[in-house]
T-cell receptor, first 112, second 110 residues
């Protein structure tokens, strides 16, 4: 079936360090979405990328969609303790845009 | 505007029991999904619906049934609970942007 691989599984950083998580699909994606889940909470939508090579920014977060639309990344600059949580990517495949396949997520912990 | 409401928040079942997890949304979204979340497994799609009267299977549908009689409601039924169904269940609805998730149901089957 269609899979979205996400790495790393865990990342521990010191506050102020940068953080990046990566997603990869073996087949072309029609779109990719990113979510954040705080410990004990539910996933919260962050952003959607649709275009090849697209880059979007939200304050300290930068999201990229690869030229081939098979990979994506989320980069956080100068992490803060409020960034703690699990970050998921979710890919939509052609013909099933709304039937998203989630990566397994990257758990980010931040040491103050 | 409550978004997506799930009930109950917690549930303990005995093996073999049946139950229904409720999900309701007030955003008039056509697309709704049920996911289960297990440690290290991410979110896996159980069933989804593209509108009232239309449902389809996701990645892990066995042991679960759904129906969609109205746009607002999308209940998930466990037919005969098994310990392997111990998980956190999330209902979500989708607009042109991303999913809006409910707060989840933490289910334990003993």
């Amino acid at each position: 079936g269609q899979q979205v691989m996400q790495i790393p599984q865990y990342q521990h950083v010191q506050e102020g360090e940068d953080f990046t998580t990566y997603c990869n699909s073996s087949t072309t994606l029609s779109n990719i979405q990113w979510y954040k889940q705080r410990p004990g909470g539910h996933p919260v939508f962050l952003i959607q990328l649709v275009k090849s090579g697209e880059v979007k920014k939200q304050k300290r977060l930068t999201f990229q969609f690869g030229e081939a639309k098979k990979n994506s990344s989320l980069h956080i600059t100068a992490t803060q303790t409020t960034d703690v949580g699990t970050y998921f990517c979710a890919g939509g495949f052609r013909g099933s845009n709304y039937k998203l396949t989630f990566g397994k997520g990257t758990l980010l912990t931040v040491n103050p | 505007n409550a978004g997506v409401t799930q009930t109950p928040k917690f549930q303990v079942l005995k093996t073999g029991q049946s139950m229904t997890l409720q999900c309701a949304q007030d955003m008039n979204h056509e697309y709704m999904s049920w996911y289960r979340q297990d440690p290290g497994m991410g979110l896996r799609l159980i069933h989804y619906s593209v509108g009232a009267g239309i449902t389809d299977q996701g990645e892990v549908p066995n042991g679960y049934n759904v129906s969609r009689s109205t746009t607002e409601d999308f209940p998930l039924r466990l037919l005969s609970a098994a310990p392997s169904q111990t998980s956190v269940y999330f209902c979500a609805s989708l607009d042109f942007g991303g999913y809006t998730f409910g707060s989840g149901t933490r289910l334990t089957v003993v």
